[in-house]
C-alpha cells in the first residue's frame, strides 16, 4: 500500500501506485480533459476495468494563466511566475511529478524547473524518443504547431538531438497562418468551439498534412493540444501522427505504478 502524505490526512492507495501525478492544466482547458481522456484510456487498455485500478491524480486547472505563445511575443505577461505558482500549489499537495499538456507551456521550462522540487516531464524530449522507438525507420518528422512552440524550436530541438529531420511550416508563412487559426480563430477555432471541431479547422488540418507531405515528411507530430484533438477527428489522412499527448499518458502511468523510475528528475 503506497501513501501520498502531502495532505493532513495521508492519501492510501491500494492498487499499486508507487507515485502521484499532478496535472497543470487549463492552459487551455480542453488541454487536460484530453490528457485525462488518454489515461483513461490507456489504463483500460492496460487492464483497468474498475474505478479503483486507476491511479490517484490531482489537477489544477488554471485557466487564468496568459497565453503562451502571446507571452512568448512580449504582448502579454511573462507566464513564469504564474507556472511555478500553481506547480507549487501542486506540490504541496503532495504530487511527485507534474504533467503539463500544453505543447508551448515547455518554451518556459527550464525557467521554472528550477524553482520547483518535483520533475517536470518534459513533453518534446519523450514524444521525439517515442518516434526513434517506435518508428525506427522514419527520419523527417512534420511538426505541427502554435507559433510560439515553432519560434521556440521546442521539437525542433528535441528531434535533431536524437537524429531525426525536423520540418515545419515557416513562421508567417500560408501554411502556418492557416494553422495559428485552426486554433485561434474566434469563431471557428479549436480553441473558441470547445468541444466541437468545425469543418474549417477540419479542412486546414487535412491540407497542412498534405502540405507536411509534400515537403518530405514521413510522419507529424501534434505539438499543440487542440490539434491533437482535432486530428483526432480525421481519417484518412496521407501520413501517420503521433500525440504527446498519448505519450504522456503512457510515461505518466508507468511513473505511478512505478514500471519506471524518476530518477534526477526524468524518467528512467
Known amino acids: 500500500m503506497s501513501t501520498f502524505s502531502g495532505f493532513s490526512n495521508p492519501i492510501h492507495h491500494t492498487q499499486g501506485q508507487m507515485a502521484m501525478p499532478g496535472i497543470l492544466g487549463g492552459l487551455g482547458p480542453l488541454a487536460h480533459i484530453e490528457f485525462e481522456r488518454r ?3 490507456k489504463n483500460s487498455e492496460r487492464g483497468a476495468c ?3 485500478d486507476h491511479p490517484i491524480w490531482l489537477l489544477m486547472s488554471a485557466s487564468n494563466i496568459p497565453d503562451r505563445t502571446l507571452s512568448l511575443s512580449g504582448q502579454v505577461e511573462d507566464c513564469t ?3 511555478v505558482r500553481y506547480a507549487r500549489l501542486l506540490e504541496r499537495a503532495g504530487v511527485n511529478f507534474l504533467v503539463v499538456p500544453c505543447n508551448t507551456a515547455h518554451a518556459f521550462y527550464d525557467r521554472v524547473q528550477p524553482q520547483i522540487d518535483i520533475p517536470w516531464l518534459h513533453l518534446m524530449k519523450y ?3 517515442h518516434i526513434v522507438e517506435t518508428y525506427p525507420q522514419v527520419k523527417r518528422v512534420g511538426i505541427l504547431a502554435t507559433d510560439g512552440t515553432l ?5 525542433t530541438q528535441s528531434l535533431l538531438e536524437v537524429g531525426l ?3 515545419a511550416p515557416p513562421l508567417n508563412s500560408a501554411m502556418q497562418k492557416q494553422v495559428m487559426q485552426a486554433i485561434y480563430h ?8 470547445g468541444i466541437w471541431i468545425s469543418e474549417p479547422t477540419l479542412e486546414v488540418l487535412r491540407q497542412s498534412v498534405i502540405w507536411m507531405k509534400k515537403q518530405g515528411a514521413e510522419l507529424i507530430i501534434a505539438g499543440c493540444t487542440e490539434l491533437s484533438v482535432g486530428l483526432a477527428r480525421l481519417e484518412n489522412l496521407p501520413l501517420p501522427w503521433v500525440d504527446p499527448l498519448d505519450v504522456a499518458a503512457d510515461v505518466t502511468l508507468d511513473l505511478a505504478f512505478g514500471t519506471r523510475k524518476l530518477r534526477s528528475g526524468v524518467a528512467a
Request: glycine share 4%; aromatic share 10%; net charge neutral.
Open 127 to 129: 514524444t521525439s524518443q
Open 39 to 41: 489515461l483513461l484510456a
Open 151 to 155: 519560434r521556440t524550436e521546442l521539437y
Open 81 to 83: 511566475p504564474w507556472l
Open 50 to 52: 474498475r474505478d479503483q
Open 186 to 193: 474566434p469563431e471557428w477555432g479549436i480553441k473558441a468551439a
Open 165 to 167: 529531420t525536423p520540418v
